[in-house]
């Protein structure tokens, strides 16, 4: 799997935010990708997407409801 290069300063924000959230840094990361819909035009996403197959599995396939937005923020 993909591994991608992080900068300190967004790593470091990463550990943090899992430290409020009382979670290990990839969970708090997958919780930061699940709000990402809410912040970015997922028709946009989906327009310049190259890998089809992975619809299913992707995010932006499908909306964030505003309860599943209240889950994910609250910490």
Request: glycine share 2%; with cysteine.
């Amino acid at each position: 799997m993909y591994t991608p290069q992080m900068s300190d300063a967004s790593v470091i924000s990463l550990r943090r935010l899992a430290w409020a959230l009382g979670t290990p840094m990839g969970a708090a990361l997958n919780r930061v990708i699940r709000l990402m819909p809410a912040m970015v035009d997922a028709t946009l996403v989906c327009h310049r997407c190259r890998d089809r197959s992975k619809c299913p599995a992707c995010v932006f396939s499908a909306a964030v409801s505003e309860s599943e937005k209240a889950a994910l923020t609250t910490i």
